[in-house]
């Protein structure tokens, strides 16, 4: 599925997003926008298109951001953010698991409609499991994360801990949630090497 996910920053410095994608499955192109942080409006839906009249809206939906101010970002310019749960077993469990895929699933639809950002990358790793996001906005990212977590994961929201890191430095996170947070916040190889390939 090809998605084209846009921002422009206001005159008052805040980010809108716009977004569209064009899914060959359903042969459905949508566009979804509005500021970042907040559930977006999808203005525009079209139903039974072929793969050609999709890539064609895509690419007038691109010349229209252009025109408009809206561009992609690069990775360096936006933030990760890292969700960590410890692990009571070396080795991953069923219970872990399920909870990586709920945290996934919760985590891609409630930050996407957001204009947040999206869900690079779920691993067990010597720390635990860290599930990591690349944002725009990782300020409003932590606090939907942490709404998020407690509709999905209830029972497991408080084991989480929430890092941030600049986008051409995934390693080096600094810890935001919960505060004051007296530990150190090492980032697995794993997670690392998964980010690279991504991206």
């Known amino acids: ?30 566009i979804n926008r509005g500021p970042v942080g907040r559930l977006s409006e999808t203005p525009v839906v079209e139903d039974d298109l072929t793969p050609e009249a999709g890539e064609g809206l895509l690419a007038a939906f691109a010349e229209s951001c252009e025109t408009d101010g809206y561009r992609e970002l690069a990775v360096e310019e936006q933030s990760w953010l890292h969700v960590r749960f410890p692990l009571k077993h070396a080795e991953p469990q069923a219970r872990d698991r399920s909870l990586r895929d ?11 409609w957001r204009g947040l950002g999206t869900v690079e990358a779920s691993v067990f790793g010597a720390s635990g499991l860290t599930v990591t996001v690349l944002t725009p906005a ?58 690279q390939e991504q991206n």
């Open 138 to 195: 990782p300020k409003l990212a932590v606090k939907a994360v942490m709404t998020c977590l407690r509709e999905t994961v209830r029972s497991d929201v408080n084991r989480a801990v929430i890092a941030v890191a600049a986008g051409s430095e995934p390693a080096d996170a600094r810890v935001k949630q919960p505060q004051p947070y007296r530990g150190s916040f090492p980032v697995d190889e794993e997670t690392v090497n998964e980010l």
């Open 1 to 30: 599925m090809a998605i084209l996910r846009t921002y422009r920053t206001e005159e008052d410095g805040s980010l809108s997003f716009r977004e569209a994608w064009y899914d060959e499955e359903t042969a459905q192109f949508v």
């Open 102 to 112: 709920a945290v996934v699933s919760g985590l891609t639809g409630h930050l996407a």
